[in-house]
């Protein structure tokens, strides 16, 4: 059976705090896992939350700042000390290379030949890979180099069976219409596909990061079924938030009301916000965007909305 969910890991901004572990977001997506922004203690958090190496297929970094990128080491040597045997592609901003080099190889260790690297540069960038999920990378407004992510599932068809059976055409031969061959009803007139069937939309998720406001953000997250969006702050410190290149409450909200977004998964808090401030980060957020609303935390399991109907 198919599963679509988003695994919290960590929820902190540059420090972490008791109750949240830095950045850490593990996507199961049916048969790929992609984990994003593996910060420090992400491979805890994997074991805490019942995630092996060999569930991640892809990595996404979307800059080196260390909150974002230092658990890397420890989730590259483990999938090396785990014999994860298939590909594990790893795509990064192409600007810090240099990073990822010195993390690749922080310590000494029985190297693997599974991780396959994407560099990702210039203002977009398709990802090759899953030929069932298409990944593209934006670049972001933050302090340094940057990248957003998007995975969207290719289109489908959704034949509408009822009408097909109105005309007689039911079981197989709804199989083989689908499959584009020649199906003709007990008339002997020819059956059109397009005359009986509709748009399946693919589903959408975004991944946005430390970024300030810009129009990247919104083209990232535009109809996504699910997007996790930086909240670093509330709006009183909105000035601090324009100052670091980062997102209020209420601005991830107005970028998640623009784009259409089903579902906002507010992260990345920063660490003077106590417990008891949770519920205004959704306040804010819903000041502007009408969705549902999910203020993170560590070890939560988010599931992907259902489709649309």
């Avoid at 540059?14 to 049916?30: E, S």
């Avoid at 784009?259 to 990345?268: E, I, K, Q, S």
């Amino acid at each position: 059976m198919s599963m679509r969910e988003l695994v919290v890991l960590g929820t902190s901004s540059a420090v972490p705090t008791k109750r949240r572990n830095h950045n850490g977001y593990f996507l199961r997506w049916d048969s790929h896992g992609i984990l994003f922004d593996p910060g420090e203690g992400t491979q805890r958090q994997l074991r805490h939350a019942g995630i092996s190496a060999h569930d991640v297929t892809r990595i996404c970094v979307t800059h080196f700042h260390g909150d974002h990128s230092l658990g890397l080491p420890g989730v590259v040597q483990r999938i090396a000390r785990d014999g994860v045997d298939h590909e594990v592609r790893v795509a990064f901003p192409a600007a810090g290379e240099r990073y990822w080099r010195r993390l690749r190889h922080a310590t000494a260790f029985n190297d693997t030949d599974v991780i396959s690297e994407q560099p990702v540069s210039g203002e977009a960038a398709e990802l090759p890979g899953e030929s069932d999920l298409a990944v593209t990378a934006l670049p972001l407004r933050h302090r340094i180099a940057a990248y957003g992510y998007r995975l969207a599932e290719p289109d489908g068809v959704r034949i509408l069976a009822g009408a097909l059976a109105a005309r007689g055409i039911t079981g197989p031969e709804v199989g083989r219409l689908k499959a584009g061959e020649r199906v003709v009803d007990a008339d002997g007139r020819v059956v059109e596909l397009a005359e009986y069937s509709e748009v399946r939309r693919g589903q959408v998720f975004a991944f946005v990061m430390d970024t300030g406001v810009c129009d990247n953000a919104v083209r990232l997250a535009e109809g996504a079924d699910m997007a996790v969006i930086e909240s670093t702050y509330l709006e009183a410190e909105a000035a601090l938030a324009e100052q670091y290149h980062h997102l209020t409450a209420a601005r991830a909200g107005r970028i998640a009301a623009e784009a259409g977004v089903r579902t906002l998964v507010l992260t990345h808090f920063s660490e003077r916000y106590g417990q008891g401030e949770d519920e205004r980060f959704a306040e804010e957020a819903a000041r502007h965007f009408g969705g549902r609303i999910v203020v993170a935390a560590d070890l939560d399991r988010v599931p992907v909305p259902t489709r649309r109907r």
